[in-house]
């Protein structure tokens, strides 16, 4: 029986979140970022955030790189210590933060170039990150109580405007795309009751994750490594589906499950594979679900896992013990 609390709130408040975001999203926001990319002064877009905000970018990433763009997507911690020369003037920064004041953000302001052009996705407009940014995108979701979801997928939606932006989408055929994630969303969580009894009947018994994906999946199969573990204290794995044949194949044995996230001939050739092998296995099509909200609609399965787990386990998911919302620590 789920234990319900603050992340199961927060789960359930994901479409009003989404509709608050795409009700704040102004064109104007980007609109400078747009003009200096468009008069070719940039030699390269660098996105950049951790945990959650790191994977939300990875859609936008992948599209800016199928429009031929030099696009760089590192985290954070990375970009200060390892390849802090890519935050010189001849760079567009995406950041993407939550709170908009982890030691990594706070970090990077402190060293990047006073001309690093800095755009900002961000839920926190008092944040350092919004207050020194030159662009801000807010999310307007609103509290949140640990684990990252309503963030999550309204950071999504801000990525998915800003990346229609810079490649010139017209406003309102971008708005419309949108708007259909919250209605989506919804009509999944309305029986969000009977998506976690099915997800731990599935689960009963196991002891290894996987949740795998391909492309702009990765989002949400990235993401569910770092939610499965946060909110029920278990282990759990996000990769790519690729990746998942070399080296964890030799892992599968009756206990281990892995849902496949895609609707292609590759996700369900893996689901039989697995299966075959001695493994348990799922896919989540995402069917009649528009490209670009996909990437929010896939992390609605993964969440329900960890509802599920945490209730097999007998607690409450996403409650912290030792984690804080905000990571202050490098």
Same mark, same amino acid.
């Given at each position: 029986?789920?234990?319900?609390?603050?992340?199961?709130?927060?789960?359930?408040?994901?479409?009003?979140?989404?509709?608050?975001?795409?009700?704040?999203?102004?064109?104007? &926001?980007?609109?400078? &970022?747009?003009?200096?990319?468009?008069?070719?002064?940039?030699?390269?877009?660098?996105?950049?955030?951790?945990?959650?905000?790191?994977?939300?970018?990875?859609?936008?990433?992948?599209?800016?790189?199928?429009?031929?763009?030099?696009?760089?997507?590192?985290?954070?911690?990375?970009?200060?210590?390892?390849?802090?020369?890519?935050?010189?003037?001849?760079?567009?920064?995406?950041?993407?933060?939550?709170?908009g004041r982890s030691a990594?953000i706070v970090r990077l302001?402190?060293?990047?170039?006073?001309?690093?052009? =800095?755009? &900002?996705?961000?839920?926190?407009?008092?944040?350092?990150?919004?207050?020194?940014?030159?662009?801000?995108?807010?999310?307007r979701a609103g509290e949140?109580? =640990?684990?990252?979801?309503? =963030?999550?997928?309204?950071?999504?939606?801000?990525?998915?405007?800003?990346?229609?932006?810079?490649?010139?989408?017209?406003?309102?055929?971008?708005?419309?795309?949108?708007?259909?994630?919250?209605?989506?969303?919804?009509?999944?969580? %309305?029986?969000?009751?009977?998506?976690?009894?099915?997800? !731990? %009947?599935?689960?009963?018994?196991?002891?290894?994750?996987?949740?795998? *994906?391909?492309?702009?999946?990765? %989002?949400?199969?990235?993401?569910? +490594?770092?939610?499965?573990?946060?909110?029920?204290?278990?282990?759990?794995? +996000?990769?790519?589906?690729?990746?998942?044949?070399?080296?964890?194949?030799?892992?599968?044995?009756?206990?281990?499950?892995?849902?496949?996230?895609?609707?292609?001939?590759?996700?369900?050739?893996?689901?039989?594979?697995?299966?075959?092998?001695?493994?348990?296995?799922?896919?989540?099509?995402?069917?009649?679900?528009? &490209?670009?909200?996909?990437?929010?609609?896939?992390?609605?399965?993964?969440?329900?896992?960890?509802?599920?787990?945490?209730?097999? +386990?007998?607690? !409450?998911? *996403?409650?912290?013990?030792?984690?804080?919302?905000?990571?202050?620590?490098?």
């Open positions: 029986m789920v234990i319900e609390g603050g992340y199961l709130r927060d789960i359930l408040a994901q479409p009003a979140a989404l509709a608050d975001t795409l009700a704040g999203l102004d064109r104007a &926001a980007v609109r400078d &970022a747009v003009a200096r990319v468009r008069d070719e002064r940039f030699a390269r877009v660098v996105l950049t955030g951790m945990g959650g905000s790191y994977w939300a970018l990875y859609p936008l990433w992948l599209r800016l790189l199928e429009l031929g763009w030099n696009a760089v997507l590192v985290e954070t911690s990375e970009l200060i210590y390892v390849v802090p020369g890519l935050l010189d003037t001849r760079t567009l920064l995406i950041v993407c933060s939550q709170s990594e302001l402190d060293l990047k170039q006073a001309e690093c052009f =800095t755009l &900002a996705v961000t839920n926190t407009p008092d944040s350092p990150l919004a207050r020194r940014a030159d662009a801000v995108v807010l999310t949140e109580y =640990t684990v990252s979801s309503k =963030t999550y997928v309204t950071a999504l939606m801000a990525l998915a405007w800003v990346g229609d932006a810079l490649e010139g989408v017209d406003e309102g055929e971008s708005r419309d795309a949108l708007a259909r994630a919250g209605p989506a969303v919804a009509e999944y969580l %309305a029986d969000w009751r009977g998506q976690v009894a099915g997800a !731990e %009947a599935e689960l009963a018994g196991v002891r290894d994750v996987f949740v795998l *994906g391909r492309g702009p999946s990765l %989002a949400a199969a990235g993401t569910a +490594g770092l939610i499965i573990k946060e909110s029920t204290h278990l282990h759990g794995e +996000g990769m790519s589906a690729a990746a998942f044949r070399h080296g964890p194949w030799e892992m599968i044995h009756p206990a281990l499950y892995a849902l496949v996230l895609g609707a292609d001939e590759r996700a369900e050739r893996l689901v039989s594979d697995i299966i075959a092998t001695g493994g348990r296995a799922a896919q989540f099509r995402g069917a009649g679900v528009p &490209a670009p909200v996909r990437p929010i609609v896939e992390i609605l399965p993964v969440e329900m896992l960890t509802l599920a787990l945490a209730s097999l +386990g007998g607690r !409450e998911a *996403g409650k912290f013990e030792r984690a804080t919302k905000v990571t202050t620590t490098e």
